[in-house]
């Protein structure tokens, strides 16, 4: 009987995150599938994320999207100086970690593309799920491991010569008084081809959007925040473009009740 190749089905998509499509199986004669890596293990580490982002909204995002290739158990970032723009998603098993890194890799999340690696080490809560007998040794090895490597962890070594180096120009014998977050108003942000929507209803769709901006001509592409839903992103060809679509639907009452803010997006 001849081999049959069925194709797993498509990730289902995230409002405002494009989902990433599969790469279509083929029969064995065609081409061999991909050997599995010699240091593949359940969880990823991703680097290149949008810093500008909240940490919350990233792992909620970087969940919403690996979900689809199985049990999520851990998504772990943070926000501080050595550590952000990075995160580790952990999956359930090496098969889920396998297909999520070979399909989204370099995917653009929040406009930066991923770049996703193997983990060097299972993470706890991947230790926690599958080898629950040994987590405690696990947790003393990893303790052990950052405290002899405190000293020579090239990041670290990095982040205090920078420290160090701010201290030897006098910057830490007076305390440099912190300057005001002075922002441009939105209303006199220069040209851009990406519009910036406020004051959107909760209950709006993508598609809304695309049929409200659509008659306006070189629309490219919309993207609404899965977690915060008053807010959208509208993207033109070029500046004019934008430009037009800004100044014919600012204030439009989308529901009947609400103006909605456009304006041009930060650059």
């Known amino acids: 009987m001849a081999d049959v190749t069925v194709q797993a089905p498509a990730p289902e998509p995230i409002q405002g995150i494009v989902a990433p499509v599969p790469v279509p199986a083929v029969a064995p004669e065609a ?12 969880t990823l580490y991703i680097q290149n994320l949008n ?8 792992k909620s995002s970087l969940k919403n999207l690996f979900k689809t290739y199985g049990d ?3 998504v772990v970032a943070h926000g501080n100086l050595r550590m952000r723009g990075q995160a580790f998603v952990s999956f359930a098993s090496k098969d889920s970690a396998s297909r999520a890194l070979r399909d989204v890799q370099r995917f653009p999340l929040y406009s930066k593309p991923m770049q996703i690696s193997f983990a060097r080490t299972r993470s706890d809560a991947v230790v926690k799920k599958l080898d629950a007998d040994n987590y405690d040794a696990h947790k003393t090895q990893r303790d052990d491991h950052k405290k002899k490597t405190r000293y020579t962890n090239p990041l670290k ?9 701010s201290e030897m120009d006098g910057a830490a014998a007076m305390p440099a008084l912190k300057r005001p977050n002075v922002q441009m108003p939105d209303e006199y942000l220069p040209p851009n081809k990406i519009l910036f929507l406020q004051n959107l209803p909760e209950s709006v769709t993508k598609e809304q959007l695309i049929a409200l901006f659509s008659p306006y001509p070189n629309l490219y592409e919309v993207r609404l925040i899965p977690t915060k839903r008053d807010i959208a992103f509208v993207e033109f060809v070029d500046e004019g473009s934008a430009g037009v679509a800004k100044d014919a639907l600012h204030n439009y009452k989308l529901d009947g009740e609400n103006k909605i803010k456009i304006t041009f997006a930060r650059k």
Do not use: G, W, Y
């Not at 081409?31 to 359940?42: M, R």
């Open 72 to 74: 999520v158990l851990d």
């Open 157 to 165: 070594q990095r982040f205090r010569a920078k420290r160090m180096a």
């Open 31 to 42: 081409a061999a599938p991909p050997a599995e890596s010699e240091n593949a293990c359940e």
């Open 51 to 58: 810093e500008k982002i909240k940490t919350d909204v990233i």
